[in-house]
Every structure is written in C-alpha cells, then in structure tokens.
C-alpha cells in the first residue's frame, strides 16, 4: 500500500517566522513530488514540485527532498496570515504512473 | 492564465440517480484526471486519461463510474447509480505532456441524499 504520512497539525506559527512541514512516502519507486495548499472548501493549489534530491527554492518557499530517507519538506519563510491553510503533500511514480497520491495534510496556522 | 473548469459546482441528487460531472482541462493538456475528496479526508485518485483512454484507475474506480472525452475541450465522469458513499468533492485537473505537475479545477461538490 503506497503511503504518504504528514503530522495533521495544526502548526501554528507567528507571523513572521519559518513555517516547516514534513511528509514521509513509502513508495521508493516516486519520482516527483509535490506541495499543494488547500484554503477549506477549495481545490489543491500548487505551490511546487521537487524531482532531485536537495533544495529547490521558489520565493518564500523552499522544498527539501532526501530520497534516502523517503522524506520531503516545505519551508515557508516570512510566515504570512494568508499562508493559513491546509498543506497536502503528493508523490507519484513520474512518466507514465502519473497519479497522484496524496497525504492527508497539514493544517497551518500563521497569527498575526 | 488558462485554469480548468468544472460544472457544475454543486449537483444534489438522489441514491440510484446518474450524473455527470464536467470538466474543461487546459487546452494544450493531454493528460486529464479525476479525484475525489470526501469531506475531512485525504484527495483520492479515481482515473487518469490519455489519448482517449483510461491509463490508469484505481480501486474505487469501478464499474459505476466511466469516463468520456466527447469532443475536443470537455472530459466528464459519469456515475451511473449513486450511492450516499458517493457524496464528496470531484476534482478534475490537467497536466501537459512533457510536465508532471497537474493543476486541479474548482470542484464538484457532490451530494447523494
């Protein structure tokens, strides 16, 4: 059974500060691997993807990727009230198994 | 910027009733899926949908639901008897051919009374 663990939170952070979110797989065979927000009662908006084991930063946000250990992260820098949501991280198997399976969230709290 | 598009937003219907679900992926995407949401649980996959085929489905995905591309823009999700597990929010999305990253419509919000 492929899985993909996150703390359901919620993480509640300051405004301001560094937000981290973490998620485990259990699939060694994904390939890429996705961050997506969620506001409550919308479709998942995506915030960014990480092929390759590291860093990948995009604006405040950084993903962290470590294959090895079947890890992967999201930093948010400069936490923002409107960062408020549901984090939903997500692997799939890349070219040709692209379906996506998804973790069940973290809920994030930013305040002011 | 392009988005898909989903209707309707909401559809209330009655245990046994068929529905579709419609969806407009992005117009230059080929691949095209379909996930559900029961409220307070984690998005499932049900099917995913390449050069006018199912590629791949899942457990859930069974012989209520079938999937059509039936002209050049829309991409639907039958279902053909519901049941009250049923109830939940469809989210169609899209992805083009040489990216993975899928982008989500707004979602049906599916109620069987």
């Known amino acids: 059974q492929k899985e993909v663990e996150q703390n359901s939170g919620p993480l509640s952070v300051p405004e301001g500060a560094i937000a981290s979110l973490n998620c485990t797989y259990s699939d060694r065979g994904s390939q890429s691997f996705f961050w997506y927000r969620q506001y409550s009662g919308k479709s998942p908006e995506l915030i960014m993807f990480i092929y390759s084991n590291g860093d990948k930063e995009d604006g405040r946000f950084t993903a962290q990727l470590n294959k090895a250990s079947q890890y992967v992260s999201l930093l948010i820098r400069d936490s923002q009230p409107s960062d408020s949501a549901t984090y939903l991280c997500a692997v799939n198997r890349g070219t040709g198994r692209r379906a996506l399976t998804f973790g069940s969230g973290t809920r994030l709290q930013v305040q002011p | 910027e392009p988005e898909v598009t989903q209707t309707p937003s909401h559809q209330v219907t009655q245990m046994g009733q068929e529905v579709i679900l419609r969806c407009v992926p992005i117009s230059n995407h080929l691949y095209f899926y379909w996930y559900r949401q029961i409220l307070g649980q984690k998005v499932e996959f049900l099917v995913s949908f390449y050069n006018n085929e199912i590629s791949e489905k899942s457990e859930i995905f069974d012989d209520q639901f079938s999937v059509e591309r039936p002209d050049g823009s829309n991409f639907t999700l039958k279902i053909r008897s519901t049941k009250l597990e049923d109830s939940a929010m469809y989210f169609c999305?899209?992805?083009?051919?040489?990216?993975?990253?899928?982008?989500f419509g707004p979602g049906t919000r599916l109620l069987v009374l």
């Open positions: 999305a899209s992805n083009a051919r040489q990216a993975e990253t899928q982008y």
